[in-house]
């Protein structure tokens, strides 16, 4: 299993970002797939939610309204679209996806968001 996150940066207060994470290694389609994201001193975060047939999505109260996730399985991707970034969010972002039956769980190396003036 391989998940390999993407679209970091440095971006200004206000401005927007969009994250991949590309999934190889197992059947993508079958997964609910998940964003967290790492701040130094602070355990990580959950901020999103997507399950494997795209019927719902979940978010955590701080991002609710600004951030979006979507996938596309025919491609093996999940999107975290941010928009109006503060500077806050700055963070190491990750997905994640976890074996609802083995309870294994799988993380990329994560992407670094910079948000600053």
């Known amino acids: 299993v391989q998940l390999v996150e993407s679209g970091g940066g440095w971006v200004q207060p206000g401005g927007s970002l969009r994250l991949s994470c590309l999934a190889s290694g197992f059947t993508f389609s079958r997964y609910d797939m998940n964003w967290y994201r790492e701040t130094p001193g602070k355990e990580r975060e959950f901020l999103a939610r997507i399950t494997s047939a795209r019927t719902m999505t979940r978010y955590a109260d701080s991002v609710k309204g600004r951030f979006t996730i979507t996938r596309y399985n025919a491609q093996n991707t999940v999107y975290l679209q941010m928009n109006s970034l503060k500077p806050e969010v700055t963070a190491v972002y990750y997905c994640?996806?976890?074996?609802?039956?083995?309870?294994?769980?799988?993380w990329g190396q994560g992407t670094q968001v910079t948000v600053s003036s």
């Open positions: 994640r996806t976890q074996n609802s039956f083995t309870r294994n769980q799988w």
